[in-house]
Each structure stands twice: as structure tokens, then as C-alpha cells.
């Protein structure tokens, strides 16, 4: 894909977030892996009105090349992506039910988001570990966002929302909806009795075709 494609696709992909609900004001933002670096939301910019010629360029080494200048956990996408080679965005939004998931999972410990439907393991795995707690924008948070996204597709931020990767940006939406769709299941399935979840054998053969 070229940039202006990659461009184009970017504010779009954001504005059905924002126009969802996914994100709200200027929270969340964006990151797609170029061949010659890597296009990113600028800071306090509203996913539901980017302008691509507007989004933040920056180089293979992270630095700012043009555009406004990008979002202030601009480290969070780099550790991410650093981490998962694989990966080709990184999607960080502010959705409700998964920030409520991140409010209620111990700090350093795995969400207890159980698999309910194929899908989320499908797009998201079998971890969904729980960073601790760091100011917004602080950079401290990186070498713990990294070591968590080496062995998960997606985090939560605790008390903040969840960062989900994918090897395409279209990927890594989906896998946010999921997300998002996965944890509204739990909590709204939370201390009902007679709930299924897939079972480890359902589980671990899904993983073993779409993992």
C-alpha cells in the first residue's frame, strides 16, 4: 500500500472508531508501519477528524519528520511495534468496556476476559495481559508495554484502555472491535449462572489455524 493510501485508509478507519464511540475528544490514537517508517495521529487530534496530509511522519528511527507533530505516547507505539516485528499498526483507543476490564485486572496480571466466542481468540489470543498503572504520556511505561507485547497480539493499560496490534491496520481495528465486543460480553456476563466458554481443546484449535 502506498503512503497516500495508507494515509487515506488511516483517517478513515479512525472516524468509524470515533463515529462508533470507541474513542472520545482527542483520546486514542493511531500507528501504521511504512516500508521508509511510520505514519501516526498527531497529538490532541480527534480520530474523528483527521486530515491525512496532516498525519505525522516519522522516520525509521522514530524521529518527526513532517506533518503535525505526533501523539505524546508515540513510545507506546514504538514498543509495540519494536516487540512484534510481525506487526504492521498498532490501534490504542479508550473504548469503555475494555478500559473497564483494565479498572478491574490486577496490575502485571492476565485480563479474565474467558473465551466466550471463537472470535476473540481468534483476533486476540489466549493472553490479554494488564500493564500497571503510569501517568498518560509517560514514558517510564515503555519497557513494560514492550516485555507484555513480545508474547500478546493486545494489552490493557491499567485504568487506561486497551493497545491492540495487527499485521495490517485493518487488522489491528478488527481485533480492537473484538475487543472491545469480547469484554462488553464479559462484564455484562459476570456472576450469571450456567455461562459456556470454549474449552482448552476449542481453544487450543483455534490458535493452532488462526494463531
Excluded at 18 to 26: A, E, L, P
Excluded at 78 to 89: S, T
Aim: net charge neutral.
Amino acid at each position: 500500500m502506498s503512503e497516500d493510501a495508507a494515509r487515506t485508509q488511516l483517517a478513515e478507519l479512525a472516524k468509524s472508531l470515533f463515529d462508533r464511540g470507541y474513542s472520545v475528544g482527542t483520546a486514542g490514537n493511531i500507528c501504521v508501519r511504512l516500508a521508509d517508517g511510520y505514519l501516526m495521529t498527531p497529538t490532541n487530534s480527534c480520530l474523528g477528524r483527521l486530515v491525512p496530509a496532516r498525519l505525522s511522519k516519522l522516520g525509521p528511527d522514530w524521529a518527526h519528520l513532517s506533518g503535525d507533530k505526533p501523539s505524546k505516547e508515540v513510545f507506546l507505539h514504538r514498543a509495540v511495534l519494536d516487540a512484534r516485528p510481525e506487526a504492521g499498526a498498532v490501534v490504542h483507543l479508550h473504548s469503555t468496556y475494555a478500559t473497564a476490564i483494565s479498572c478491574l485486572t490486577p496490575e502485571g496480571e492476565d485480563a479474565k476476559i474467558p473465551p466466550l466466542t471463537p472470535y476473540f481468540v481468534m483476533r486476540i489470543g489466549r493472553r490479554l495481559p494488564c500493564v500497571p498503572y503510569y501517568r498518560p504520556g509517560d514514558a517510564a511505561m515503555e519497557p513494560a508495554v514492550h516485555e507484555a507485547a513480545r508474547a500478546a497480539k493486545a494489552l490493557l493499560l491499567a485504568n487506561h484502555g486497551p493497545v491492540v496490534s495487527g499485521a495490517t491496520l485493518a487488522d489491528a481495528v478488527h481485533a480492537a472491535e473484538e475487543l472491545e465486543e469480547a469484554a462488553r460480553l464479559a462484564l455484562l456476563l459476570r456472576g450469571v449462572p450456567g455461562v459456556r466458554a470454549l474449552d482448552a481443546a476449542q481453544v487450543d484449535d483455534l490458535l493452532k489455524t488462526f494463531g
